[in-house]
T-cell receptor
Framework: DTEVTQTPKHLVMGMTNKKSLKCEQH?????MYWYKQKAKKPPELMFV???????INESVPSRFSPECPNSSLLNLHLHALQPEDSALYLC?????????????????FGNGTRLTVT | AQSVTQLDSQVPVFEEAPVELRCNYS??????LFWYVQYPNQGLQLLLK??????LVKGINGFEAEFNKSQTSFHLRKPSVHISDTAEYFC?????????????FGTGTRLLVSP
């Protein structure tokens, strides 16, 4: 069982749809992350939230819009996606936020949302 | 900047045999090193991490890794594998003094354990 919960597990959407991915953790972690993973590739960082504020945006297209309503929740709003955006979207959290040089807290990943854009 | 190289894209091995998954890193500063495992249709799970101290690190599921600074390596080992160890294994590095925490992953090694 994972301590980071992602919903839905699978999502199929058209290019004109608007959908949201949700992530929740109750470990009291102060940083939350969105990663994108294409098939047979390593995860790629998209966004990092630290203390509920966006601290890192890895030049992600605006059709992906993150939101952190509170310290336990992280959303990823999707609009006008392209078929090449089909991937596994992983949420993660860590005790220590970015910028903490005495980092010793690993990332805890959820099981991901498998997104297919048609 | 940091980078990670996993030279073996796939490692086939028989059940109960030992296995070593190779990882080499490149960095001009001190680093933290990690091994993650990803089972089919799941997220990543931390196997073990090296932050400082003893260079031999023991993790979950009987895995261990040894940090070798002179060879810039962090190879993962298990003395006897099980069928259930079949998965994708990612080596990752982060630099604690880069201003933010960013994991850089290797391209992964698929471990295939057969009976």
């Amino acid at each position: 069982d994972t301590e980071v919960t992602q919903t839905p597990k699978h999502l199929v959407m058209g290019m004109t749809n608007k959908k949201s991915l949700k992530c929740e953790q109750h470990m009291g972690h102060r940083a939350m992350y969105w990663y994108k993973q294409k098939a047979k590739k390593p995860p790629e960082l998209m966004f990092v939230y630290s203390y509920e504020k966006l601290s890192i945006n890895e030049s992600v297209p605006s059709r992906f819009s993150p939101e952190c309503p509170n310290s336990s929740l992280l959303n990823l709003h999707l609009h006008a996606l392209q078929p090449e955006d089909s991937a596994l979207y992983l949420c993660a959290s860590s005790q220590d936020p970015p910028g903490v040089t005495s980092y010793n807290s690993p990332l805890h990943f959820g099981n991901g949302t498998r997104l297919t854009v048609t | 900047a940091q980078s990670v190289t996993q030279l073996d894209s796939q490692v086939p091995v028989f059940e109960e045999a030992p296995v070593e998954l190779r990882c080499n890193y490149s960095s001009s500063v001190s680093v933290y090193l990690f091994w993650y495992v990803q089972y089919p249709n799941q997220g990543l799970q931390l196997l073990l991490k090296y932050l400082s101290g003893s260079t031999l690190v023991k993790g979950i599921n009987g895995f261990e890794a040894e940090f070798n600074k002179s060879q810039t390596s962090f190879h993962l080992r298990k003395p006897s594998v099980h069928i259930s160890d079949t998965a994708e294994y990612f080596c990752a590095v982060s630099a604690p003094n880069t201003g933010f925490q960013k994991l850089v992953f290797g391209t992964g090694t698929r471990l295939l354990v057969s009976p």
